[in-house]
């Protein structure tokens, strides 16, 4: 036999050797694999422990499988490592759903229970007992990182779901293990937002809601949102690093996405349906409160979503919170029109400040408190202040035209007087100083002073015009005329009486105010009364029934002026020195 055949007959005996030894130790694993399969049969699931020895004997199964050579037996591996792999992914998604945790700390517990007590805002709200609703707001946002992030999952099981994990990934059932996770983690995550009672709401509902509904639902969001994003979602972000955060960045990423897209969606039609709404001006708070939440957590949802791919959620949340901002702004504009537009006849007859000075001043005063999202709104702090300016020259306006329906003059300055007053004390005790300036302070200290003097001119000066020294005496005559002193003292006592009768009527709220106006009033009338008394009393000595005309002591009007502006009109009809 030629050399060459007795080659080729030695290497066909050896290969036939290396089959019949393949094929024996491929049955030695066939066997493996069966054990291993009965073995994995066996175990009760839901347990840490059943989840560690499943996730031993498919890794073993795993290993098993990629030494098989021959294809039928290598499809038989495939089968029972497929089986593994649904059996580890059970046991992944019951660890995840067994050992699940959504507790929070005493410090969002605290966040919660003062929730529930704020001050609604509304029309009627804005008196001066108003209490700013910015100043009852506790902050999650005061929370530090490790105060913010709790465990979603007990710790003691992270490391079994790691290397479950890693396992299906290296055994290309990537898809698998998504799925499964996402789906255990949606179910957790629509639990949270059920504890967090917060429903989804249409734009019809919404729209129908009375506004002290919808005030409540904004409350309550402003802190479910910031609750669920700076705990949960970062909680969620943290979890799924710890769990996929070694196998796959872009993994890790796309099942936070795929978790959190539909709830944040969710809390993010919110603010858009309000912004819908019609907008009017007791709404302004709670969408800014609205807008400072979302401002102020964009770096938070940014620092969540910057790996996400499409950017989706991130350009939805940016056009929220531009949607937001153009209603707020629309609703300034309403207010200031509805300054504008408001003018009803309707007087106080005491001359006090009107509601609508006080409801303007406070309304802007509480808007103060949103100083920089305000900034942000109006094209920076120019635009801020000249909005302010305008709303208080629209609001003078106003007032002047409703003075104008007040047939007395004096009293005409009184409310112009008590009204301007008011603004300047506004201005002068709260953040408005800061935006208004000093010299609007100045401008209109002056402004309510003139007031003053004006109504002092219109309501003593023809009272006092019975006190001049002209046309006592005769023409040509240097002795004072009886008969024109005892004209003059009743017309100064009438006069004097019916200022008394009609001004203790009038009210003048601010008690600084009022005591200058009473001493400024004393020092002319009595100054006045005194010289003429003092001039021309005597000359009435001997006249009979002389106490009707020189009816009051300057010690007894010293005392009457001081009842006017209390606001509860008397008379001194019938009253007489003693």
Same mark, same amino acid.
Request: hydrophobic share 35%.
């Given at each position: 036999?030629?050399?060459?055949?007795?080659?080729?007959?030695?290497?066909?005996?050896?290969?036939?050797?290396?089959?019949?030894?393949?094929?024996?130790?491929?049955?030695?694993?066939?066997?493996?694999?069966?054990?291993?399969?009965?073995?994995?049969?066996?175990?009760?699931?839901?347990?840490?422990?059943?989840?560690?020895?499943?996730?031993?004997?498919?890794?073993?199964?795993?290993?098993?499988?990629?030494?098989?050579?021959?294809?039928?037996?290598?499809?038989?591996?495939?089968?029972?490592?497929?089986?593994?792999?649904?059996?580890?992914?059970?046991?992944?998604?019951?660890?995840?759903?067994?050992?699940?945790?959504?507790?929070?700390?005493?410090?969002?517990?605290?966040?919660?229970?003062?929730?529930?007590?704020?001050?609604?805002?509304?029309?009627?709200?804005?008196?001066?007992?108003?209490?700013?609703?910015?100043?009852?707001?506790?902050?999650?946002?005061?929370?530090?990182?490790?105060?913010?992030?709790?465990?979603?999952?007990?710790?003691?099981?992270?490391?079994?779901?790691?290397?479950?994990?890693?396992?299906?990934?290296?055994?290309?059932?990537?898809?698998?293990?998504?799925?499964?996770?996402?789906?255990?983690?949606?179910?957790?995550?629509?639990?949270?937002?059920?504890?967090?009672?917060?429903?989804?709401?249409?734009?019809?509902?919404?729209?129908?809601?009375?506004?002290?509904?919808?005030?409540?639902?904004?409350?309550?969001?402003?802190?479910?949102?910031?609750?669920?994003?700076?705990?949960?979602?970062?909680?969620?972000?943290?979890?799924?690093?710890?769990?996929?955060?070694?196998?796959?960045?872009?993994?890790?990423?796309?099942?936070?996405?795929?978790?959190?897209?539909?709830?944040?969606?969710?809390?993010?039609?919110?603010?858009?349906?309000?912004?819908?709404?019609?907008?009017?001006?007791?709404?302004?708070?709670?969408?800014?409160?609205?807008?400072?939440?979302?401002?102020?957590?964009?770096?938070?949802?940014?620092?969540?979503?910057?790996?996400?791919?499409?950017?989706?959620?991130?350009?939805?949340?940016?056009?929220?919170?531009?949607?937001?901002?153009?209603?707020?702004?629309?609703?300034?504009?309403?207010?200031?029109?509805?300054?504008?537009?408001?003018?009803?006849?309707?007087?106080?007859?005491?001359?006090?400040?009107?509601?609508?000075?006080?409801?303007?001043?406070?309304?802007?005063?509480?808007?103060?408190?949103?100083?920089?999202?305000? +900034?942000?709104?109006?094209?920076?702090?120019? #635009?801020? =202040? @000249?909005? %302010?300016?305008?709303?208080?020259?629209? *609001?003078?306006? $106003?007032?002047?035209?409703?003075?104008?329906?007040?047939?007395?003059?004096?009293?005409?300055?009184?409310?112009?007087?008590?009204?301007?007053?008011?603004?300047?004390?506004?201005?002068?005790?709260?953040?408005?100083?800061?935006?208004?300036?000093?010299?609007?302070?100045?401008?209109?200290?002056?402004?309510?002073?003139?007031?003053?003097?004006?109504?002092?001119?219109?309501?003593?000066?023809?009272?006092?015009?019975?006190?001049?020294?002209?046309?006592?005496?005769?023409?040509?005559?240097?002795?004072?005329?009886?008969?024109?002193?005892? +004209?003059?003292?009743?017309?100064?006592?009438? #006069?004097? =009486? @019916?200022? %008394?009768?009609?001004?203790?009527?009038? *009210?003048?709220? $601010?008690?600084?105010?009022?005591?200058?106006?009473?001493?400024?009033?004393?020092?002319?009338?009595?100054?006045?009364?005194?010289?003429?008394?003092?001039?021309?009393?005597?000359?009435?000595?001997?006249?009979?029934?002389?106490?009707?005309?020189?009816?009051?002591?300057?010690?007894?009007?010293?005392?009457?002026?001081?009842?006017?502006?209390?606001?509860?009109?008397?008379?001194?009809?019938?009253?007489?020195?003693?």
């Amino acid at each position: 036999m030629p050399p060459d055949e007795i080659a080729q007959n030695f290497a066909a005996l050896n290969c036939k050797d290396q089959q019949s030894e393949d094929e024996k130790e491929n049955t030695e694993l066939e066997r493996q694999l069966k054990r291993l399969r009965k073995k994995l049969l066996s175990l009760n699931s839901n347990s840490p422990h059943s989840a560690f020895e499943s996730l031993q004997i498919t890794t073993k199964i795993q290993q098993i499988t990629k030494t098989l050579t021959s294809s039928d037996k290598s499809e038989f591996g495939c089968s029972i490592l497929h089986e593994a792999m649904l059996r580890i992914e059970q046991e992944f998604v019951n660890l995840l759903f067994h050992y699940k945790q959504s507790h929070v700390g005493p410090e969002i517990t605290s966040f919660r229970s003062s929730e529930e007590n704020f001050e609604d805002l509304s029309i009627n709200s804005f008196g001066d007992d108003l209490i700013e609703a910015k100043n009852l707001q506790i902050e999650i946002g005061n929370l530090s990182a490790e105060q913010s992030v709790i465990d979603l999952v007990n710790p003691l099981v992270l490391p079994t779901l790691k290397s479950i994990a890693e396992l299906m990934f290296i055994s290309n059932y990537e898809e698998e293990l998504i799925e499964a996770y996402v789906n255990a983690r949606m179910e957790a995550i629509d639990e949270i937002l059920l504890k967090l009672r917060f429903e989804k709401i249409s734009i019809e509902e919404v729209s129908n809601m009375e506004w002290t509904k919808v005030n409540s639902l904004i409350k309550r969001w402003n802190w479910v949102f910031k609750i669920f994003v700076r705990v949960y979602l970062t909680s969620e972000r943290r979890l799924i690093e710890l769990i996929f955060g070694d196998i796959s960045k872009s993994l890790a990423s796309s099942c936070f996405s795929e978790i959190s897209k539909v709830p944040m969606v969710h809390l993010m039609s919110f603010p858009t349906t309000v912004a819908i709404c019609n907008p009017k001006t007791e709404k302004l708070f709670r969408v800014l409160d609205m807008h400072e939440t979302l401002v102020e957590m964009l770096g938070d949802v940014t620092n969540l979503y910057h790996e996400q791919i499409d950017g989706s959620i991130l350009a939805e949340y940016r056009e929220v919170l531009l949607r937001l901002g153009e209603f707020a702004k629309g609703i300034l504009i309403e207010f200031r029109s509805a300054i504008q537009s408001n003018t009803s006849k309707t007087v106080l007859a005491n001359g006090a400040v009107h509601p609508i000075t006080r409801y303007v001043m406070n309304y802007i005063q509480t808007l103060s408190a949103y100083s920089s999202t305000l +900034e942000s709104l109006l094209e920076g702090r120019k #635009g801020k =202040e @000249e909005y %302010y300016a305008s709303i208080a020259i629209i *609001l003078e306006s $106003n007032l002047e035209s409703r003075s104008r329906f007040y047939t007395d003059e004096a009293l005409q300055n009184i409310f112009m007087m008590n009204n301007i007053c008011y603004m300047v004390q506004k201005v002068k005790d709260s953040d408005l100083r800061s935006i208004m300036g000093d010299n609007w302070i100045r401008s209109h200290n002056g402004r309510f002073q003139t007031f003053a003097m004006n109504y002092e001119r219109a309501s003593w000066g023809s009272v006092l015009s019975f006190l001049r020294d002209e046309g006592i005496c005769h023409p040509g005559s240097s002795i004072p005329s009886r008969s024109v002193l005892k +004209e003059r003292f009743k017309g100064f006592n009438s #006069g004097f =009486e @019916e200022a %008394y009768r009609v001004q203790t009527g009038w *009210l003048v709220p $601010n008690s600084q105010l009022r005591d200058d106006l009473r001493i400024s009033t004393s020092l002319k009338v009595l100054q006045g009364y005194r010289t003429f008394v003092g001039r021309y009393g005597t000359c009435l000595d001997g006249v009979r029934h002389r106490d009707r005309y020189i009816k009051y002591r300057p010690d007894d009007l010293e005392g009457f002026i001081l009842d006017l502006f209390e606001g509860k009109q008397r008379s001194l009809h019938g009253v007489y020195r003693r």
